[in-house]
């Protein structure tokens, strides 16, 4: 893990799962590869194994982000944020790009916003075999009848991924 001290020029990025958000500062300049490894061995060292039956990569690369469609309405969805493939011998790309540069800033992303993340399954060979519209993100939401934030789970379903707030205090 980045043992790097953030800058003012680092950007903090929220990156959910299920009803798990990991806050990374990251340079708008690093590549994805590095965020994703930064996202990965952050959630290594909490020592969870699994986020809700999904088994932690061993590979950054097979940890893919999305993105809001509307930044304003999370209830829209979230869009694959693709990273560009590279380059066969004929110099054309060999899976197209929805990013233009590799990086956090040339991707437009800005302070504070939320990415989702999920794993690609161990038996999928390429981005193909992953489903691009399944994305794995509770939102928290307001309950009007108890004037309280909760995860937004179904009535009734059961807790099993909670995490003991021990596990994240060291020391």
Known sequence: MSTETPTPQHIS???KKHKITVLLFVSP???FTTVKSNLLDAIISTGVPHINGDSLPANPEDVILGVLIDNNDPSQGWVDLEIPGPEDDGGKKTKKANVLNATPSGAGLKDGMVLAFKFRPKDAVDSTDVDNNEWDVVMPAYDDEDNQV????EEGEEEDDEVPASRFLKG
Request: positive net charge; without cysteine; charged residues 30%.
């Open 29 to 31: 300049h690093d590549t």
């Open 150 to 153: 909760r995860g937004g789970g």
């Open 13 to 15: 990025l929220r990156f």
